[in-house]
């Protein structure tokens, strides 16, 4: 039996514009975005100066340093703005079917995003999905910004 471990990386990174994950840092705001019937937060396990490239309008980098606070944090705001919803987070599966579902599933050429994903489904019948926008607060204290160029020699 294959055992997979669901404990997250020690370090996440969301590349987007600037004025995103300056509002991420400051106000602990992000956008939950639908996806497979769930709302979907994306993050990468890896610090990748090519994912700037990969990603559209990436022109900055969201680094959380405490994986664990920032998750139950994040968990817990999306629990307050959508009771009746459930919360899971884990890597994404390349070329192959996730055990966690089809929003944690992907196409083998995507594996260069290393993704971590939190999603949430509703325990109801839900009509449509629309995206979301939680707020939990600043995560100065555990988070930074890196700038695109930043580390590159």
């Known amino acids: ?16 514009a600037r004025q ?5 840092l400051k106000l602990g705001e992000f956008r939950l975005r639908p996806a497979s019937h769930c709302l979907t937060l994306s993050f990468s396990k890896a610090w990748e100066p090519s994912l700037f490239d990969t990603l559209s309008e990436a022109e900055c980098c969201l680094i959380i340093h405490n994986t664990e606070l920032f998750g139950e944090r994040l968990h817990l705001a999306v629990q307050r703005a959508l009771p009746s919803w459930m919360g899971i987070d884990g890597a994404v599966e390349y070329g192959a079917r996730s055990p966690l579902g089809a929003a944690f599933s992907k196409t ?3 594996a260069a995003e290393q993704e971590w994903l939190f999603a949430w ?4 019948a839900a009509l449509s999905l629309n995206p ?3 707020t939990m607060g600043s995560i100065e204290s555990f988070a930074e910004l890196r700038e695109r160029h930043a580390y590159l020699s």
């Open 121 to 124: 489904r509703s325990t109801q």
């Open 1 to 16: 039996m294959l055992v997979t471990d669901y404990q997250r990386p020690p370090t996440l990174y969301r590349y987007a």
């Open 20 to 24: 995103w994950v300056e509002r991420s």
């Open 132 to 134: 979301v926008i939680i």
């Open 108 to 110: 083998a050429p995507d």
